[in-house]
Antibody, heavy 113, light 108 residues
């Protein structure tokens, strides 16, 4: 059974960056797409981007192009999502998900001065 | 970018009733549509993939149908634990794998 474990909550200043990790266990990490999805307080789900680790190339939603970087380290079965130039509207729970079937527990990122 | 529109925004029903949730795509997504359930404070749970296939462990009361631009999630007889928010997501054309805005299923 695939398990995804994400890094802990973060509090960041506007203009800074955050990097969230997602470590997979119990399955084949490299072959399946890992997506990053965020959810602002009281709002719906928003797909940010994804990567298939074995191919290494990430794809991003246009809204986040230039601000988000998604990477994967096959040696540690860990995916990363880095979001830069943070603003208050980026305050949200960030999830990683594998093929939509398996989800991390979510990481709360709070952007506040 | 493909836009998914879910209706209704809120659905008020009683346990034992049948629920019908709709998801309409702005262009064809073939059968590459998934449905998720989300409860407060929890990650989404995959219910249906490829329009009509139940995910592992999902009860038979959940079913999905449709293709192209019009899709339906049906819950045949509502259980108390089914009251939640439901999202559809298209996986036909990435990026992005867009989500619908959600339907809140509440107890009447």
């Amino acid at each position: 059974q695939v398990q995804l474990v994400q890094s802990g909550a973060e509090v960041k200043k506007p203009g800074s960056s955050v990097k969230v990790s997602c470590k997979a266990s119990g399955g084949t990490f490299s072959s399946y797409a890992i997506s990053w999805v965020r959810q602002a307080p009281g709002q719906g789900l928003e797909w940010m981007g994804g990567i298939i680790p074995i191919f290494g190339t990430a794809n991003y939603a246009q809204k986040f192009q230039g601000r988000v970087t998604i990477t994967a380290d096959e040696s540690t079965s860990t995916a990363y999502m880095e979001l830069s130039s943070l603003r208050s509207e980026d305050t949200a729970v960030y999830y990683c998900a594998s093929m939509g079937q398996h989800w991390g527990q979510g990481t709360l990122v709070t952007v506040s001065s | 970018e493909i836009v998914l529109t879910q209706s209704p925004a809120t659905l008020s029903l009683s346990p034992g009733e049948r629920a019908t949730l709709s998801c309409r795509a702005s262009q064809s997504v073939s059968s590459y549509l998934a449905w998720y359930q989300q409860k407060p404070g929890q990650a989404p749970r995959l219910l249906i993939y490829d329009a009509s296939n139940r995910a592992t462990g999902i009860p038979a009361r959940f079913s999905g149908s449709g293709s192209g631009t019009d899709f339906t999630l049906t819950i045949s007889s509502l259980e108390p634990e089914d009251f939640a928010v439901y999202y559809c997501q298209q996986r036909s054309n990435w990026p992005p794998n867009t989500f619908g805005q959600g339907t809140r299923l509440e107890i009447k």
